[in-house]
């Protein structure tokens, strides 16, 4: 299990501003990072993991963030299986608020209890401290620009793709 290899979890449902800039401070700090698309049960999914999987390398891809960066999905358990997979001794996510130390701190014990793993806790830009998956996925189904929070290819996919056009 190697400290130096770090897996970034998340349901990206669609990727936001704010997961791209955690990818791309994770991916300052570790050899290689893994973005690893997982299927949440708690929560209604507006794309299929193929499509967030696509915007989250293009969109790694157009912010030209650099590193050993790995997109991939996991839908066969728990997300410590994945972390064994690939040898990643750290998880990391995203803080936007105290909302969010109150829902990540159980997944961190829970993770550590289950294979020893540690969750490392980065601090995004304060401009992207609003954003979220939920709050686009709202604003995009109701026909509003959400060009200001996600990445250009997701800004251009929900205005045009999700529209089949
Ligand atoms: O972006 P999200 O929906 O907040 O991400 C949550 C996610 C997918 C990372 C979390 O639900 C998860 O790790 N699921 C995998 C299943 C698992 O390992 N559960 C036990 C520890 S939380």
Do not use: C
């Not at 400290?3 to 800039?21: E, K, M, W, Y």
């Not at 609003?130 to 995009?140: E, G, I, Y």
């Amino acid at each position: 299990m190697s400290n130096r290899i770090a897996v970034v979890p998340g349901s990206f449902d669609p990727p936001t501003l704010g997961h791209l800039d955690v990818i791309r401070r994770a991916a300052a700090l570790y050899d290689t990072v893994h973005v690893v698309v997982v299927h949440n049960p708690d929560k209604q999914a507006m794309l299929p993991i193929a499509q967030r999987l696509s915007l989250l390398e293009q969109s790694i891809s157009e912010q030209q963030i650099s590193g050993d960066i790995v997109v991939a999905s996991w839908s066969m358990g728990l997300l410590v299986d994945y972390a064994a997979d690939v040898n990643a001794g750290v998880l990391v996510k995203g803080i936007r608020s105290q909302a969010d130390v109150a829902y990540e701190t159980p997944m961190a014990i829970v993770n550590r209890n289950l294979a020893g793993i540690e969750t490392v806790f980065l601090l995004p830009d304060p401009a992207h401290t609003l954003v979220s998956s939920s709050l686009v996925r709202q604003v995009a189904g109701l026909g509003g620009d959400v060009t200001p929070y996600v990445p250009g290819p997701v800004a251009r996919f929900l205005d045009t793709g999700a529209r089949g056009i």
